[in-house]
């Protein structure tokens, strides 16, 4: 099997590589070269273009930052155009629900099948070739997707027709945001009640406010020892990434009519901890939002 | 023992019941004769007033709706004035800090030791003897408390000094109460993006959303049967509770200098459900305000 | 003078007319035949489409409902392709500041002059020729087109560079919508706590909380006569225009870095109205969103 | 005249000074000793208690801080209890609605007449006498009150019954705060999208976001030459003043029942502000929690 692969980023070039390390041929294009170079030293063959990336492959697979990059390489740099009719294309790029539709009706409307697969677990999981992707499409769009997302993710999730892998990856990380950010407040209201953090995290880990993001990224040092909190928010997964799908969440309920209060109380957080300075920190150092500082005061 | 119980509400009397069942005595007064009545069936003696109700007794269990109620028991109707120096004095209701830290204070002032002991379970727990409850107060007077509390719950935690245990379920509820909003604008504004929410839920709970809310309380009907939404939101907890919890969480963070957005977001959610009339439902009804209706367009 | 002028809605139409009483010619085009049949009713030539409409023209105006609708007149149906070489091209729609730039971009490489030229007013200003247009463009682009704004407004504002007249009809209605949901709790505060909302309205009109949108758009009946709400919330100006508006400064926000927590609130609370079937009363209906209601208690 | 005043704090002595000046002779009291003699100095007669303050007096005035202090005034220190019978007690102090009302009770219990009577225009206006004042209580008591606000104010309202004075100030303040967060992210937002302040303050205060605020408080320096923006937001009004109001609303609204999602981000917004040690700048200092800063990045 070959795959054309655009977009060798931080996440993008370990996928990569998990395709070649699975026996699959890559052909690989990014607009920096010298992320070309490095899936060439992987064993990709290099590709001078988006259209050169995609000649003659079995399945195309792009992997790029967000909406705007995505309708350049399908629309603007012709890889829906030029690809031969009946093609596979892949997006695992984590794109607005507006672009996600633009493009599945282009590629329809050229014969094509296309899946939006956007995946989760960072660069760690996708050098490892265990990322969580969950995917939207057709049956039959989803079964040829399936063989080449098997040799990326150990967990692949079929979410029903184009747009729903998508959907539930935002759905996800919009609960997951709220979820830091209202784990942060508490904490920092029991931290001034005087309640000793490890006391509070069992008490809570053992009730009603139980949950994924406590159990593993508990905003403050102490109770999780493996929590970035731990290790000066080093990220394991950064802000603003989890900033830029809020973003998408916002943009997709505007769309759609939802009225979303909550998702905007945390995108206002993550877009002051960037404008602090702090975006490339793990997602629960939002509890930053919630400290007293002097920093600013000799500004006044 | 002797246990003089003040509150008998749909948790108090099943509290006192469960301390009748557990061979000690009571001694049980309520505003309400009604309710004082029952207790006598269930085996106390029915006291005529606050201070009839703890006098001659080996601990004093509070409790009732508010801090209000609170102040009104230990502080106008001369609780803590006329209770012999030294007694022990647990106040299981769900009070405002500010009062928790005056009637400790008051309680001290006389020669008391006094717990907050906050309970979580609502009306079925505390029949069975199965209520969690969160105490704070010193070592001392933890240890007068536990035999009493032992007697109706089946999990009692104890979280530090005084206000200790308020502080923890109040900042428990206020991650509660952010989870269920937040669940529910994800699955609202999943339905709209046409996601099967069966679908949503099985991802989502296998992965970086999960929480014990959304597995106990999903906020549609469907994925989680013995969710209150498959019963027409009929409370398990009931919305008006959560909201005045929400209400403590801001005051406090009011009287600490800690700012709430997330939590603040909830309070109204839960302000709007409570006058729309949707106040008894349970927690997850929340999702209530995040649907369309045409109700309303008649009025305009 | 001959006038190009595609989308005749409720206000382009009244644009329309306006400049054909100040003498000017106008070919006439809309997605409604039954629109341009109105139009040529009032003096203008009809066009079969939107190229046909900006033939041999002296200037093309767009009026249409939001970005896409703008993309596809410029873009998709080649208005900026079609038209001859150094045309001067002005959308009075308020379209999202990502869909200005796109159309700046294209008109600038294409040799044409563009403004965004958004307006204020609503039909009855629009039929008076008395509107109010924020403009952005070049000082060429700007003079070119003050000719024709100046047939449909009184008042013309040249902002600044291309996108400048947008951006300043966005952070407006920002403010507005802000302010209106502001103005609405208060009054329903004080209406809890027993003011009469006369003496509201003259204490606060008189005093730091004095604004246009108090003395024009005060939200409950009574102190401002001519105040929509004194009309059953009969429309001004209608609650989902603004909404469309917040919406456009949220995506503006987060295309910029800025958080934007009081314009979210809002928009959360203008999307509530528009989902209670609201949406078409005046903007100062949104205190219905404050209001008790037992509406929605059957529902449960 | 003889007037007792108990507080002389910033605000509090300029008012005792008024007082003096108007002909009435003042007896005062200061929890510090230090503020007494100050108030010795401008011709007042020290008092060693708040008891000894109100003895052999025409009238009581207080102005504290904030409802505890108003609390410990009245009721823990005596000067209801203490008070002849039929007294006249005037309470300029801005506090809680509970404790307003908790006043009002004693004060008529023990045979008082009470008004609320908060005051606006900071020390500057205290000096002068120029205080603007409501007023709430009943007509006989605002008749008694009214010949001593005379001396303070230049303009005294009579908002209605009791709490009514306190209830306009809450209101118009949760309107102002609202505002000055809304103006801030809009002037934010504009500066991001290349407006000039310059050009969009004259757009805005000549159209539908017009205001008080914008006029006097415009959050960026240029526009309006008097704005603390232009001093290095040097407060005319200090945002700690306004944040206690704002959590003042907040507690109103949750013992009312009103839902107040823009004064609760209104109300996080000021905490941020104050936890980053702006606390004492101006209100219009709440653009500094929107600017973006590095200041933090090196904590990560």
Chains 1, 2, 3, 4 share one sequence.
């Not at 209202?182 to 995290?201: I, Q, R, T, V």
């Not at 929590?227 to 973003?247: E, T, V, W």
């Not at 957080?269 to 919630?290: E, S």
Request: aromatic content about 4%.
């Amino acid at each position: 099997m070959k795959v054309g692969f655009i977009g060798l980023g931080n996440i993008g070039l370990p996928m990569a590589t998990s395709i070649l390390r699975s026996g699959a041929e890559v052909v690989a294009f990014d607009l920096d070269p010298a992320r070309v170079a490095k899936a060439v030293e992987a064993g990709a063959r290099g590709a001078i273009g988006p259209t050169e990336a995609i000649a003659a492959v079995d399945a195309v697979v792009t992997m790029v930052p967000a909406g705007e990059h995505s309708r350049r390489v399908y629309l603007d740099d012709g890889v829906i155009a030029s690809a031969p009719a009946g093609s596979i294309l892949i997006d695992c790029s984590t794109v607005d629900i507006a672009t996600e539709r633009a493009l599945k009706a282009a590629a329809a409307a050229a014969g094509h099948d296309m899946v939006d697969a956007p995946v989760s677990g960072g660069p760690l999981r996708a050098a490892e070739g265990k990322l969580t992707i969950t995917v939207g499409g057709t049956e039959r769009a989803f079964e040829r997707a399936a063989p080449v997302l098997a040799m990326m993710a150990s967990s692949v999730h079929h979410m029903g027709a184009g747009g729903a892998g998508l959907a539930a990856k935002i759905c996800n990380n919009l609960v997951l945001g709220i979820e830091l950010a209202g784990l942060s407040e508490a904490f920092a209201l029991g931290g001034k009640l005087g309640l000793d953090p490890e006391k509070l995290f069992r008490s809570m880990s053992s009730s009603s406010g139980d949950s994924w993001a406590l159990r593993e990224l508990c905003p403050v040092p102490g109770p999780v020892p493996t929590s970035p909190a731990n290790n000066g928010y080093r990220a394991r997964g950064a802000a603003h990434l989890l900033l830029k799908d809020l973003g998408i969440a916002q943009a997709a309920a505007q769309l759609t009519g939802v009225p979303l209060p909550m998702g905007a109380a945390a995108l206002s957080l993550y877009t002051q901890m960037k404008n602090a300075g702090l975006g490339d920190l793990d997602v629960c150092g939002v509890i930053k939002m919630y400290e007293e500082t002097t920093d600013r005061a000799s500004h006044a």
